[in-house]
């Protein structure tokens, strides 16, 4: 005979994890962004493993649907800083390279080495090439003797020898970097992309960050000042940290907790034309000093200016300081 109790059913217990999804995800009035300390812990579980990969998914795009708040970002960073070794390798600027370039050259590299030249100790590091027709970072570090350092103790060295190391995100922050290769999975960008532009993991004095899409500056320049860092958002050509001398550049600046705008105006008086593809070599020749190029020059004493403000210089005395570091730069 079937007693009451073989009818009953078990229910199964809830994922601790569903409790993030939930809150972005139940329906437009439902649905609210995290909280600084949701965010940390969601993304600490995720960088720990604790969660299915069909919340993962669920989460990332649910975020990409509302978009992060500055509050969000911040507590993701605080989740990844907290799960990074303290290196105290103390360096001078943080610069993320994530996007790739279409249009023109990677001129922010140039002014990377120069700025490192002069004794500036510059940590960068990249995703990876995700995007077809772009030309990343990882791809000219060799021709342009920029190391590439896979693990902490070679930053040091890099940065010791030649103030400037690149460190691809996969060797410092493997769980991040697979979430950004979801992308072709999932068919859109993920918050990840974001992210890794406020991460800034060596506390480096100065946090340059790019971000293309307009109305994220704000966002990004908020979750920085939220965090205790100084840095500057721009809009940085193709989404890299370089300012494009063909166009105003607004600075977004943050510095002991106080929020700074400016506005500089384009450099050129016109328009440089658009080079029919990009050559890897004219790089090299611009650096030995072979060959001139007037939209890689001023893009370079821009982005360079740039860094020098947010370490303290004003704008005029910025761009003028840059000029002598290019001119004095080993050929």
Partial sequence: MTTHADLQLTTPEEHPF???VRILGKGKRGARSLTRDEARQA???????????????????LLRHKEESPEELAGFTEAVRARLPNLGLGADIDWP?????????????????????????????????????RLYTEQLLEPLGIPVCRNWGSVAQALDTQHLAFMPLAAWAPALQQMIDLRNTLGLRSPIHSLARVLNPLGA????????????????????RLLGDTAIVIKGDGGEIEVNPDSPCHLYGTAGGQNWDEEWPAQAAQRHVKPASLEVPALLAVWQGQAQDSYGEKAVLGTMALA?????????????????????RER
């Fill in 308 to 328: 020098l403000r947010g370490l303290g210089e004003p704008a005029e005395q910025a761009f003028n300081h840059a000029q002598t570091l290019w001119a004095q």
């Fill in 43 to 61: 993304m600490g579980m995720l960088l720990d493993g604790e969660a299915e990969a069909a919340q993962l998914g669920a989460f990332l795009m």
């Fill in 18 to 20: 569903a409790v993030f």
């Fill in 97 to 133: 390279s994530y996007a790739g370039k279409k249009r023109h050259l990677p001129w922010y590299l140039l002014a990377a080495k120069c700025l490192a030249a002069s004794g500036l100790r510059i940590f960068m590091h990249g995703g990876g090439a995700h995007t077809a027709g």
């Fill in 205 to 224: 004095r100065l946090g340059l960050q790019s971000i293309f899409h307009p109305g994220y500056q704000a966002v990004h320049r908020e979750a920085s």
